[in-house]
């Protein structure tokens, strides 16, 4: 099946239509959560929640026996936010720094969650069976309840993230600025934190334990290349995450024995990639253009200060002086000579050139800027 056919059929085939847009809504969503994870500095921490919310699923199944999506989530949330208020503890009550604790509860926790599935693949019943999809993930697997579910948890994280927007963006920029204004700053960290985890666990089974902590921060990486307000960002990465979700399940489902969550990932990993290179601001492209423009830009007016030395020497500015005067000096090009003339700043005729009143004024200015600042 082509792309084109996939989207023909999206509207009509049931199984297409709910990965879609269970996929497009986990990117939205992970995309705007993942914002404040990025600009707090976190980025790791969704990467440890992933991991750490195996366990749960595990133990999830072991109590209740059955494989309902809906429990073994619950299971992984409870686990999560274990994980993270370890993740909090440690960094707290010890000396370790946060990217210790960050590997210690990662790896402990993913080492218990395999141990657990271990133990669970080996159980006499064939109900365990499917239950490894939850670290690599199996959006095929989505059905009409998930999604709801999905749309439910984005619109109240949505409805939260805006009831407290100003309080999250004063905290992420000025966290004791925060305090002095009289904000419970532990109760606002803890609920951006609870946020986080639920976006990572809803994206469990889509995208898999391994893979979760890249969507939820590709999308709010790529986002904050194009810009610097908050509100944009989190609607960018919102987009990017989104359009993540749908162009990676066109893909996977276009072609034979792709995994829909790689290619997710992929896909955002694409747009990551792009932001790096062609954002206006940030950009390694403009970048290199602005580099190269105020290289040639600090050519000319060296050479333009240049030949105010000289034309101070006279009493008549556009006396006719020879190139070759120039041709010791660093800053001298052909093309900046041309530029120079170009801007009106000097005149020339042959290999004679003369300072215009113009370039002689805008000389002037330089040489009275330096002398200010020195």
Known sequence: ??????FNLLWSDYTLRTITLGTAVLGAICGMLGSFAVLRKQSLLGDAISHAALPGIALAFLITGAKDSVILLLGALV???VGTFWIRGI?????????TALGLILSIFFGFGMLLLTF????????QAGLDKYLF???????????KLMVIVTGISLFVMLLFWKEFKILLFDADYTKTLGFNTKFIDVLITFLIVLAIVLGLQTVGVV????ILLAPAAAARQWTNNLG??????AVFGAFSGVFGTAISASQNNLSTGPVIVLVAGVFVLFSFIFSPKRGLLFREIRFRKNRTDLKLMKTLQFMYGIAQDHENISHPHAIRILNNFHGFTKSSLKKLENEGWIAIHGQQWAMTPKG???????YNQKTVNE
């Not at 099946?1 to 996939?6: A, L, P, T, V, W």
């Not at 993930?137 to 999604?147: F, I, M, N, R, Y």
């Not at 002689?360 to 330089?366: I, L, N, R």
């Open 137 to 147: 993930g199996q959006a095929a697997t989505l059905v009409e309840s998930d999604v």
């Open 232 to 237: 944009t960002m989190v609607l960018l990465a």
């Open 91 to 99: 960094t707290s009550k010890t000396h370790l720094k946060s990217d």
């Open 79 to 81: 686990s999560g936010l």
């Open 360 to 366: 002689f004024k805008q000389a002037q200015e330089m």
């Open 1 to 6: 099946m082509s792309i084109n056919e996939y």
């Open 120 to 127: 669970i693949q080996k159980l006499p019943n064939a109900n």
């Open 211 to 214: 893979l979760m902590s890249a």
